[in-house]
C-alpha cells in the first residue's frame, strides 16, 4: 500500500512537474510572440516615422527650393528693373538688322554698337532733369544733368546737358524728334557720335568715323589737348643766290 502511495505520489509529481514545464514553455512562446509583435510593430511605426519625417524632409526641401528660386527670381528681377531704369540706350540686335537694312548708315563706321533708344523719356527731359548714359559697350557709365532746352524752327528738341569731374567739364548734346536723334557726347574715356532713326541709332567713338584723314589744327578738342595754344615757330629767311 505504501509502494502504491508512493508511486501515486512520484506519478503526481512527475505530472505536476511536466504540466509546469508545460506552461513554462507556453508562456515562453506566449511571451516571445508578444515580443516579437511588439517588436514587429515598433519596426513598422520606426519606418512609419521615417517615412513621414522623409516625406516631410522632402516638402520642406521643395518649399525651401521654391521660396529660394522665387527669392532669387525676384531679386534678378529687381536688378533688371534697376538697371533699365532711366536707361534710355540699349544694345539691341534688332536696331542693328533695321539700320543696316535701311541704307542709310555711313560708310566709314567702324567699332560702332546699335542701340534701342527710349524717345518719350528724352523727349521728355527738362532743364535741371539727369539724363543716364549707360552704354556697358564703351564703357560709359555717366548721369548728365540737363542745362537747356529749345525747339529749332523744324520742330526738333536740343537738349544741353553736361557734367563735371576733375575741374573738366563734358558737354552732351543731343537733337531729336519722332522720326530721328543726333548726338555729341563727351566723356573722359573719349567723344562720341551717336545717329539714328527714333527707335534706333548707333553710336561710335569720333575718332573712328575719322580714322585716315588728317586732323584740323585749329579749334580742337579742349579734353585731349589738341585745343592747347601751339608753338608759334617762325618762319625761316629765304636766301635768294645770284642777286
Known sequence: ???????????????????????????TGIDKNIKNKQTTAEQKESARLQHLVSHQQV??????SKQADSIVNSIIEEIDNTLNEDTPFTQSE?????????????????????????NDHISSLKEGDKLELAVPFFDMYQDVVIESTQLDSRGNKIINASFSLNDDIYTTTITINDRAIYGHIETPQGIYSLAGNGQYAWMAEARDLVHGAVPDQIGGNPHDGSADPQPIIEPKPVVIIGK
Open 1 to 27: 500500500m505504501k509502494k502504491v502511495l508512493l508511486i501515486l505520489v512520484g506519478l503526481g509529481i512527475i505530472l505536476a512537474s511536466t504540466l509546469w514545464l508545460s506552461l513554462s514553455n507556453s508562456d
Open 59 to 64: 516638402q520642406v526641401k521643395n518649399v525651401f
Open 94 to 118: 534688332t536696331a542693328e538688322q533695321v539700320l543696316k537694312a535701311s541704307g542709310k548708315l555711313r560708310e566709314n563706321l567702324r567699332g560702332e554698337v546699335y542701340l534701342e533708344i527710349d
